[in-house]
C-alpha cells in the first residue's frame, strides 16, 4: 500500500498534516506494553521506539522518511525486500514472530548515535541485544541464506529428531566453526546456543524425579531427598538426582502463541473458522472428548482464545 503524502516536503500542507493524522492512527495500533512504537522521522529512521506524541511532534520538525511508503514496521503486508538488510524467507517468519511476542524491533540498526538533540533512545530494554544480533547477521561473511539464529533453530531440530548426545553436538559445533571463513558467527557451544534460545524465551524447568518414577519432587516434595511413593533415595550421590525431567510450561508458550499476530490467528481457528462435519476430524476440536468438555465448561468456551 502506498503513502505518496511522505513525498511532500511541504510539512504545513494539508495533504502532509491529514497524511500524519492517517500515520498515528495506524501507528497506535502497533504501541508495545510501554506505549511505544518506531518512529519514521527523517533521523530515527524506523530505528527508534517512541511515544507517540514524540513521533507526531516528529514528523511535522524534521519530516518523514520519503522511503517510507509501505508501512512494514506498522502492520502493513510488505511488498519487497530492502536490499540492504540481511534477510531470507526462514529469518523474515523468525523475525516476525519474534517482534510480536517481544514488541521489540529485530532489524539492521546501524549507527545509533544520530538523535535529536539531547534525547536517548525510548527503549532502554537490552535483554534481546543477542537475539537482535543472532538474527540480523549472517551466518559467516558473504552468507545469503542462513542468519546465525535459523542456522541454530536448525541444528536444535536435527539434535531432537536424531537423538544426538551433547558431546556429539559440541564436536559438531566445534568442528563447523572451525570450517566456516575466519569471523564465523557459529556458536562454539552447547551452553551458546541454550542461552540464545532461552533469550528466546525457549527454556526449559529442570525437575528431579524418582528413579522408579514414581513421583516428582516438585511443590510440596521440592525439598524432599527421598520418594513420597516408594521411599527410594532421590540422590545418586552428591545431590546427583537419579532422573531429571524437562518441564516446558505452558504458560509462556501460550502467551508467546497469542503475542504473534501470524498464530494469533490460527489458535482462534478451531472455534472462528472450523466447521463441524460429521464424521470429519480435521482437528482435536472434532473429537468428543473435546465436545464432551465444551459441554461441561460452556462459558470457557465462549472465548475463541480458551484452547
Same mark, same amino acid.
Given at each position: 500500500?502506498?503513502?505518496?503524502?511522505?513525498?511532500?516536503?511541504?510539512?504545513?500542507?494539508?495533504?502532509?498534516?491529514?497524511?500524519?493524522?492517517?500515520? $498515528? &492512527?495506524?501507528?497506535?495500533?502497533?504501541?508495545?506494553? %510501554?506505549?511505544? *512504537? +518506531?518512529?519514521?522521522?527523517? !533521523?530515527?529512521? #524506523?530505528?527508534?521506539?517512541?511515544?507517540?506524541?514524540?513521533?507526531?511532534?516528529?514528523?511535522?520538525?524534521?519530516?518523514?522518511?520519503?522511503?517510507?511508503?509501505?508501512?512494514?514496521?506498522?502492520?502493513?503486508?510488505?511488498?519487497?525486500?530492502?536490499?540492504?538488510?540481511?534477510?531470507?524467507?526462514?529469518?523474515?517468519?523468525?523475525?516476525?514472530?519474534?517482534?510480536?511476542?517481544?514488541?521489540?524491533?529485530?532489524?539492521?540498526?546501524?549507527?545509533?548515535?544520530?538523535?535529536?538533540?539531547?534525547?536517548?533512545?525510548?527503549?532502554?530494554?537490552?535483554?534481546?541485544?543477542?537475539?537482535?544480533?543472532? $538474527? &540480523?547477521?549472517?551466518?559467516?561473511?558473504?552468507?545469503? %541464506?542462513?542468519? *546465525? +539464529?535459523?542456522?541454530?533453530? !536448525?541444528?536444535? #531440530?536435527?539434535?531432537?529428531?536424531?537423538?544426538?548426545?551433547?558431546?556429539?553436538?559440541?564436536?559438531?559445533?566445534?568442528?563447523?566453526?572451525?570450517?566456516?571463513?575466519?569471523?564465523?558467527?557459529?556458536?562454539?557451544?552447547?551452553?551458546?546456543?541454550?542461552?540464545?534460545?532461552?533469550?528466546?524465551?525457549?527454556?526449559?524447568?529442570?525437575?528431579?524425579?524418582?528413579?522408579?518414577?514414581?513421583?516428582?519432587?516438585?511443590?510440596?516434595?521440592?525439598?524432599?531427598?527421598?520418594?513420597?511413593?516408594?521411599?527410594?533415595?532421590?540422590?545418586?550421590?552428591?545431590?546427583?538426582?537419579?532422573?531429571?525431567?524437562?518441564?516446558?510450561?505452558?504458560?509462556?508458550?501460550?502467551?508467546?502463541?497469542?503475542?504473534?499476530?501470524?498464530?494469533? !490467528?490460527?489458535?482462534?481457528?478451531?472455534?472462528?473458522?472450523?466447521?463441524?462435519?460429521?464424521?470429519?476430524?480435521?482437528?482435536?476440536?472434532?473429537?468428543?472428548?473435546?465436545?464432551?468438555?465444551?459441554?461441561?465448561?460452556?462459558?470457557?468456551?465462549?472465548?475463541?482464545?480458551?484452547?
Amino acid at each position: 500500500m502506498g503513502h505518496q503524502w511522505v513525498q511532500n516536503g511541504n510539512r504545513v500542507s494539508t495533504e502532509y498534516v491529514d497524511g500524519v493524522k492517517e500515520f $498515528l &492512527n495506524v501507528a497506535r495500533q502497533t504501541l508495545n506494553s %510501554n506505549g511505544l *512504537t +518506531l518512529c519514521p522521522c527523517a !533521523k530515527c529512521l #524506523n530505528t527508534r521506539l517512541q511515544k507517540i506524541d514524540v513521533i507526531a511532534a516528529h514528523l511535522i520538525n524534521v519530516g518523514i522518511d520519503k522511503s517510507y511508503t509501505c508501512w512494514v514496521y506498522h502492520g502493513e503486508d510488505e511488498e519487497d525486500e530492502g536490499p540492504d538488510e540481511f534477510v531470507n524467507e526462514e529469518s523474515a517468519g523468525l523475525r516476525a514472530g519474534l517482534e510480536d511476542a517481544t514488541g521489540h524491533p529485530f532489524f539492521n540498526i546501524g549507527p545509533t548515535n544520530d538523535l535529536i538533540g539531547n534525547q536517548q533512545p525510548a527503549d532502554g530494554n537490552n535483554r534481546y541485544e543477542k537475539l537482535h544480533k543472532a $538474527l &540480523n547477521n549472517p551466518l559467516y561473511d558473504g552468507c545469503t %541464506n542462513s542468519s *546465525t +539464529l535459523t542456522f541454530v533453530v !536448525k541444528l536444535m #531440530n536435527f539434535k531432537v529428531m536424531n537423538k544426538w548426545t551433547d558431546h556429539s553436538f559440541e564436536m559438531l559445533l566445534r568442528m563447523l566453526h572451525g570450517v566456516l571463513s575466519a569471523g564465523n558467527n557459529c556458536p562454539q557451544s552447547y551452553y551458546d546456543i541454550r542461552m540464545l534460545l532461552c533469550e528466546a524465551g525457549l527454556g526449559y524447568e529442570l525437575i528431579d524425579v524418582c528413579q522408579y518414577d514414581c513421583a516428582i519432587f516438585y511443590g510440596d516434595n521440592k525439598d524432599a531427598i527421598t520418594c513420597p511413593v516408594c521411599q527410594s533415595s532421590r540422590y545418586v550421590r552428591n545431590k546427583i538426582a537419579y532422573k531429571k525431567l524437562r518441564y516446558f510450561p505452558i504458560t509462556p508458550r501460550l502467551k508467546r502463541q497469542y503475542a504473534s499476530r501470524h498464530t494469533a !490467528k490460527d489458535m482462534r481457528w478451531h472455534k472462528e473458522v472450523r466447521k463441524d462435519e460429521q464424521g470429519v476430524l480435521r482437528h482435536p476440536a472434532d473429537g468428543r472428548a473435546w465436545k464432551h468438555f465444551d459441554d461441561l465448561y460452556p462459558k470457557f468456551v465462549d472465548d475463541s482464545r480458551s484452547v
